[in-house]
């Protein structure tokens, strides 16, 4: 199975300011037709996880445009621009290239100072 | 719009049987390949199984290998997951999720084994 290590496990930030989250795989993840299926979701407390970011930079409907994705082979990050409130939550990449099994990060824990 | 739905989870005792169901609808539910996750606090999101649009590749964490079966009903546009020999250490909401990529996810049901 394919290996994603995220990190900082937990980010603490200041409201508004910019948060940034790094995920590694341990292949690349460059599929056989140029796509790199690499994901991000949002998980809040008591709510359903909501996806993000697929195809590492293309934001799903309705994500606020604070929130983008960048990246190539086995190196991403997403990055909010502003954090508010409201983003506080524990976010996850995973990957859906080498499939199956789509592989979860460990998730960072994104809080408020 | 997509909707996936889950039912079927309960309290149960270790050892006993569950079976979670994931009734979706908006969508073509044959052209996709659907997923079980689930979250416990201690482990956050786990990949439990995974089943292709046609079923013919299959796949399971190794946690729940030999315990847990995944299939899919494409005439009723529902997927199943009955797990047997159920731990405590199963206890966590079960989500289904579409796709590999999984684009859309289910409310949870939630499984307590105690």
């Given amino acids: ?113 | 719009q997509v909707q996936l739905v889950e039912s079927g989870g309960g309290v149960v005792q270790p050892g006993e049987s569950l079976r979670l169901s994931c009734a979706a609808s908006g969508y073509i539910f044959e052209n996709y390949a659907m997923q079980w996750v689930r979250q416990t606090p201690g482990k956050g999101l786990e990949r439990v199984a995974a089943i292709s649009y046609d079923e013919n590749t299959i796949h399971y964490a190794d946690s729940v290998k030999g315990r847990f079966t995944i299939s899919r009903d494409n005439s009723k546009n529902t997927l199943h997951l009955q797990m047997n020999s159920l731990r405590p250490d199963d206890t966590a909401l079960y989500f289904c999720a579409r796709d590999s990529n999984f684009d859309f996810w289910g409310q949870g049901t939630l499984v307590t084994v105690s």
Avoid at chain 1, 62 to 85: M, N, W
Wanted: glycine share 10%; net charge positive; hydrophobic share 30%.
């Fill in chain 1, 1 to 113: 199975d394919v290996v994603m290590t995220q990190y900082p496990l937990s980010l603490p930030v200041t409201l508004g300011q910019p948060a940034s989250i790094s995920c590694r795989s341990n292949q690349s993840l460059v599929y056989s037709d140029g796509n790199t299926y690499l994901n991000w979701f949002q998980l809040r407390p008591g709510q359903t996880p909501r996806r993000l970011i697929s195809k590492v930079s293309n934001r799903d409907s309705g994500v606020p445009d604070r929130f983008s994705g960048s990246g190539s082979g086995t190196d991403f990050t997403l990055k909010i621009s502003r954090v508010e409130a409201e983003d506080v939550a524990i976010y996850y990449c995973t990957q859906g290239t080498h499939w199956p099994p789509g592989t979860f990060g460990q998730g960072t824990m994104l809080g408020i100072k």
